[in-house]
């Protein structure tokens, strides 16, 4: 096996990568594009009510309690709101938990959600919590058992990006709610506290996982243009390699028929969310580094913070026909993400660009 450089280890962990994860997320599900109301940031608050919130203590001492005047905003889609708030209580409490505790919970219930925004009402509290949430916690708001509300609870997450906070409600409420509650208590036990629980006949341990390694899967060369003001196309390459997390000894995908030369076109990231958002949770994620960081590295992370994200194209030949590329700010890296299903993708995809190509092309 190549050896990896300890810069490009942790492919598959949790540091760091939620904020990244919510800067993603952000972008999908709610694209900032003023030529489609459907798709724009909402303005028009569906709930007001408080969030309740408290310091978090690790010490002893009384925690210092909070409340926020706040408003929540959904998204419209086909002319209907995403999520209907009016059976929401008028007092929402959240719990603060470290975004380490988070990780364990499974980013495919944030993949699979709905996302509203919070607005509170500017002010010092506003900004206390901000800065909470920016030091390494995510938000918790747990539901109130409602016949007329089938939500039981929301991760909290502040986005430094549109210096708003997102709440994401994962669709499949009941297997969230489970892991979330059993994440949680484990995170309040003790290092050393025994559970209270009757004593059992003594089971032969599990088999341990093996740990997640990181392999090198190709190396080559990615190909890119851009244009510049007058129209002139600049072409780029960039010398660079891509790892993927082995879990169990199997990366799950092979490079073999892979070009050395990797084309890839940049198109705007709020097309993206259109055709990739369901299908991004049946993913392989890849991890692509620059070889040498330079300006060629430079120019496309600032192409893609512009609002940009890369498309790999491979022929026919090739198994994989397609890679999704964006950039991890944390990781001052390249993200990929390969659906599963690539027939079904690159239709969708297809089917995207023309309407976008069409739009041009009347203007």
Same mark, same amino acid.
């Given at each position: ?6 810069? *490009? ?17 952000? *972008? ?69 938990i470290p975004k380490k505790v988070l990780g364990k919970i499974g980013e495919q219930f944030l993949k699979d959600a709905k996302m509203v925004v919070f607005r ?72 050393? *506290? ?67 030369? /990797?084309? /890839? ?83 969708? /995809? ?14």
């Amino acid at each position: 096996m190549e050896p990896v450089p300890e810069e *490009a280890q942790g492919v598959d962990d949790k540091e760091g990568e939620l904020d990244w994860l919510t800067s993603m997320l952000g *972008a999908l599900l709610l694209p900032d594009d003023p030529e489609s109301p459907e798709k724009a940031d909402p303005k028009e608050p569906i709930w007001r009510g408080e969030l309740d919130w408290e310091d978090p203590q690790t010490s002893d001492q009384p925690k210092t309690p909070h409340t926020l005047q706040c408003n929540v905003c959904s998204i419209i889609k086909d002319g209907q709101l995403e999520i209907k708030l009016e059976n929401w209580p008028k007092k929402l409490k959240i719990q603060l938990i470290p975004k380490k505790v988070l990780g364990k919970i499974g980013e495919q219930f944030l993949k699979d959600a709905k996302m509203v925004v919070f607005r509170p009402s500017p002010g010092d509290v506003h900004n206390s919590l901000v800065t909470v949430m920016s030091s390494g916690f995510a938000g918790c708001i747990h539901f109130p058992s409602n016949p007329n509300c089938n939500i039981k609870a929301l991760i909290l997450l502040y986005s430094p990006d549109r210096q708003a906070l997102l709440g994401f409600i994962p669709n499949n409420q009941a297997p969230f709610s489970g892991r979330l509650q059993e994440v949680l208590q484990g995170a309040k036990r003790k290092p050393g *506290a025994k559970a209270s629980i009757k004593p059992q006949p003594e089971e032969a341990p599990p088999p341990e996982e093996e740990p997640i390694i990181n392999e090198l899967l190709w190396t080559g060369t990615l190909n890119w243009s851009t244009k510049t003001d007058s129209k002139e196309s600049i072409s780029h390459k960039l010398e660079c390699s891509v790892y993927i997390a082995l879990k169990n000894g199997e990366p799950g995908i092979s490079s073999e028929d892979w070009p050395t030369d /990797m084309s /890839m076109i940049l198109m705007p990231s709020i097309y993206l969310g259109q055709f990739a958002g369901e299908f991004i949770n049946e993913s392989k994620i890849i991890i692509l580094r620059s070889t040498t960081q330079g300006e060629e590295h430079e120019s496309l992370a600032s192409s893609m913070t512009a609002g940009s994200c890369g498309c790999a194209r491979f022929s026919d030949e090739v198994v994989c026909k397609v890679i999704m590329l964006l950039y991890s700010s944390p990781r001052n890296a390249f993200l990929g993400f390969i659906p599963n299903d690539q027939a079904m993708f690159v239709k969708r /995809m297809r089917e995207v660009l023309e309407e976008y190509r069409q739009k041009v092309k009347n203007k």
